[in-house]
């Protein structure tokens, strides 16, 4: 039997791991208190840690949030370890989170559609960008590239960037994020140059 944490342990890491949850959706205690008919002062001994979680506090909590009790309290996987994927169109793409909510990088399998703008954004955080099918134009700064099947590019977001299908037809890439400057330290290895005859 693989090693797993012990029940302790868990059960420890519940009440900051509600307090995030809470804190990451913007919601005050007042708020869940309202929303789940827990007192604001449960909540808040539930979050530090000064009272035990319960079935009781546990299901309202995880109907609040939308989550499965296990992803709730952060049980242990059993049995079947295949991640079900569970799509969402984001700004047009079709986005397939491959990673829990609680990590620390955010992986995503994505099939963006040709679109007709162009726009730039920024934000912080490293992104990582592998390129599974079809052709991306990467606009990074100043630069403008255009990427192939098993290229790779990483880059800070707090440039502007914008990615996406270089014609008419859908480009499938894997997106990985880290929010907090998290890096992959995986670089790409440079293409060669083409031998003029």
Not at 96 to 106: H, I, K, M, R
Not at 171 to 194: D, K
């Amino acid at each position: 039997m693989a090693d797993s944490p012990a029940i302790p342990d868990l059960l420890a890491e519940v009440g900051p791991r509600l307090r995030r949850l809470r804190v990451k959706r913007g919601m005050t205690l007042t708020a869940l208190a309202a929303q789940t008919g827990i007192s604001k002062s449960t909540l808040s001994r539930l979050e530090s840690g000064q009272r035990k979680p319960s079935l009781e506090l546990l299901l309202p909590l995880a109907a609040a949030h939308h989550l499965p009790l296990d992803e709730l309290v952060g049980a242990p996987r059993v049995g079947d370890p295949r991640i079900r994927l569970r799509p969402r169109t984001r700004n047009g793409r079709l986005v397939y989170p491959l990673t829990q909510q609680s990590s620390g990088l955010a992986v995503w399998k994505v099939v963006i559609p040709p679109e007709p703008e162009r726009k730039l954004r920024t934000h912080t955080g490293y992104e990582w960008l592998y390129v599974i099918s079809g052709e991306m134009r990467l606009i990074l700064g100043e630069h403008d590239i255009t990427m192939g099947p098993g290229e790779v590019a990483e880059f800070d977001t707090r440039l502007p960037h914008w990615f996406g299908p270089t014609g008419h037809e859908p480009v499938e890439i894997l997106s990985v994020h880290g929010s907090h400057g998290q890096r992959m330290h995986v670089r790409a290895t440079p293409r060669r140059e083409q031998r003029t005859v």
